[in-house]
């Protein structure tokens, strides 16, 4: 997942009502409306270039997004829903060019959260990530473990793996099989003295992160390791806001970024109050019918409004803490098709 702060079942949003009595049976056959995490995955899909992915516009240009692309495959599972966007989506990922542009071509480039993420993406849609693109992701993966445990990047540009590569790996390879014992020791050992997990490793101070916090307490319960996934979890704990938001470490305004993440890890380590609490101020940011059309159903970054260019990557991970569904768990099987808006009155 990157690093930009720019993070299906439990349906805690009111549904939208109407009579169903027997004179009016085309009512009570209807489907219901769709709740705010499902307007959410509409809102997001909306914003899919062609239908299938997510891009990046910077000096002018425009460039694929593969990583906020994965982040919506997952959105999209988690709300089950816009499943025909998820389905291009994965499909456009396994393109030779976009795949090898992300994940490196696997001779001079490698990268290990890439690699991790799209295999978790692979999974989370149903496809084989041992045959993805062309590529056996998890054979890629093994190749960047390094004897200390540790996943890093084989790359002339240099070694940019962290947290999120090590977690992200954990995750997929516990979904196909097991992780490397020593890959979850490695994870383990860089845990800091106050509970939680820095983002970069071997640095001479530990600094807790709460995004990686989020995602290696995942990886540790998907891994079997409660012990140390408990201790993360305290320090979620200590570090939640009075609204129920999460701070970006450095940060000064709690953000739907870090929220959704750490509210999905809460949710998994069944901490239910303080995940619920996170997702009300996820929903807090959620733009609702008073907004501009275009806005509605799209969740901004903070409280101080709502821009595209952060709302996207918000309502993504965003969503992760209005669902409540870890990536263990994650499947986009059951998913429905289309782009759910907000239930508002005409």
């Known amino acids: 997942m990157t690093r930009s702060r720019a993070r299906a079942a439990v349906f805690l949003a009111t ?5 169903t009595t027997a004179a009016t049976p085309a009512f009570a056959m209807s489907r219901p409306a769709p709740t705010q995490g499902q307007a959410a995955s509409g809102w997001l899909a909306r914003q899919m270039t062609q239908g299938s992915h997510l891009v990046t516009v910077f000096s002018g240009e425009t460039f694929p997004n ?5 982040d919506a495959i997952f959105a999209f599972a988690a709300t089950k829903t816009a499943n025909g966007f998820g389905a291009r989506a994965i499909t456009w990922l396994e393109e030779p060019s976009i795949l090898s542009n992300y994940i490196g071509n696997g001779r001079t480039q490698s990268f ?12 989370v849609r149903g496809v084989n990530p041992t045959r993805f693109g062309k590529v056996n992701l998890l054979a890629r993966l093994a190749k960047l473990l390094k004897k200390s445990g540790r996943y890093s990047d084989h790359s002339t540009f240099g070694d940019f793996s962290n947290a999120f590569s090590q977690s992200l790996a954990i995750l997929a390879l516990t979904r196909h099989g097991g992780a490397p014992a020593k890959a979850v020791s490695f994870l383990i050992s860089s845990e800091c003295k106050n509970g939680g997990f820095p983002l970069d490793f071997g640095k001479k101070s530990c600094t807790s992160d709460t995004d ?12 079997g ?3 140390a996934a408990t201790r993360g979890v305290k320090w979620l704990e200590h ?3 009075r609204n129920g938001g999460f701070l970006a470490t450095g940060g000064k305004v709690a953000n739907a970024n870090s929220t959704g993440l750490v509210g999905q890890a809460l949710a998994v380590a069944k901490r239910f109050k303080r995940a619920a609490l996170a997702r009300k101020f996820v929903l807090s940011l959620q733009a609702g019918c008073s907004a501009k059309a275009w806005q509605q159903g799209g969740i901004a970054f903070d409280s101080t409004g709502f821009a595209r260019s952060t709302a996207i990557d918000a309502t993504a991970q965003g969503i992760l803490g209005i669902a409540d569904v870890g990536f263990a768990r994650l499947s986009s099987r059951g998913s429905r098709d289309g782009d759910p808006h907000l239930a508002c009155s005409a």
């Open 15 to 19: 549904l939208a009502l109407g009579c």
């Open 66 to 70: 593969q990583g906020g692309t994965i």
């Open 225 to 227: 390791h409660p012990g």
């Open 212 to 223: 990686s916090t989020a995602m290696d307490v995942q990886a540790l319960l998907a891994s």
């Open 112 to 123: 290990a959260g890439a690699t991790a993420k799209a295999a978790l993406a692979a999974e």
């Open 239 to 241: 570090v939640q806001r």
